[in-house]
T-cell receptor, first 116, second 113 residues
Framework: SAVISQKPSRDICQRGTSLTIQCQVD?????MFWYRQQPGQSLTLIAT?????????ESGFVIDKFPISRPNLTFSTLTVSNMSPEDSSIYLC?????????????FGEGSRLTVL | GNSVTQMEGPVTLSEEAFLTINCTYT??????LFWYVQYPGEGLQLLLK?????DKGSNKGFEATYRKETTSFHLEKGSVQVSDSAVYFC????????????FGKGTLLTVNP
């Protein structure tokens, strides 16, 4: 298993500002992912964070809005840039523990952002 | 594209009641199906899974059977406990991208003593 810590757990932000969410894993993992859960919606994959290379973004998500860093095998950050109320969501960090078991991901508790 | 539809919540039950949370899916190919659970104050965790038609996933008294003919993966438990109170998410992966899970919206279950 993998233990994932996310910071902050929640925050209230002003429109136009940016916020960086940190994700720390207690073991080295190759694949880390960032998901978003908008109010009343399902989880949506934002991007895959690759160590040593650029993140891979899903359709509808761009690097300028959601820059991601992955400096090592246990840490990643997601920045939500130039926030608007539509960015109010729970952002979740997830990792593939590398067991080879399809779809078995570990998730952090999430970071609940409210943009005023 | 892929999609998952699960029953709207919230669901409120008394302890020892029978639980069913419906989940249906649309997917290309042959998806793997999952139920994830999020207990209060914790991250999502895998509850059970099934990787091919007619497989039954089970864990902690919960069961779900992969029904290809009805494209369903309903979650059941014969006797719920207060400790089962959580949000339950149905999900699928397909197309070789095991990490790219498609989730339902989640169902909040509250079990009262």
């Amino acid at each position: 298993s993998a233990v994932i810590s996310q910071k902050p757990s929640r925050d209230i932000c002003q429109r136009g500002t940016s916020l960086t969410i940190q994700c720390q894993v207690d073991s080295q993992v190759t694949m880390m992912f960032w998901y978003r859960q908008q109010p009343g919606q399902s989880l949506t994959l934002i991007a895959t964070a690759n160590q040593g290379s650029e993140a891979t973004y899903e359709s509808g998500f761009v690097i300028d809005k959601f820059p991601i860093s992955r400096p090592n095998l246990t840490f990643s950050t997601l920045t939500v840039s130039n926030m608007s109320p539509e960015d109010s969501s729970i952002y979740l960090c997830s990792v593939d523990p590398g067991t080879g078991a399809a779809g078995e991901l570990f998730f952090g508790e999430g970071s609940r952002l409210t943009v005023l | 594209g892929n999609s998952v539809t699960q029953m709207e919540g919230p669901v409120t039950l008394s302890e020892e009641a029978f639980l069913t949370i419906n989940c249906t899916y649309t997917a290309t190919g042959y998806p793997s199906l999952f139920w994830y659970v999020q207990y209060p104050g914790e991250g999502l965790q895998l509850l059970l899974k099934a990787t091919k038609a007619d497989d039954k996933g089970s864990n902690k008294g919960f069961e779900a059977t992969y029904r290809k003919e009805t494209t369903s993966f309903h979650l059941e438990k014969g006797s719920v406990q207060v400790s089962d109170s959580a949000v339950y998410f149905c999900a699928l992966s397909s197309g070789g991208s095991n990490y790219k899970l498609t989730f339902g919206k989640g169902t909040l279950l509250t079990v009262n003593p």
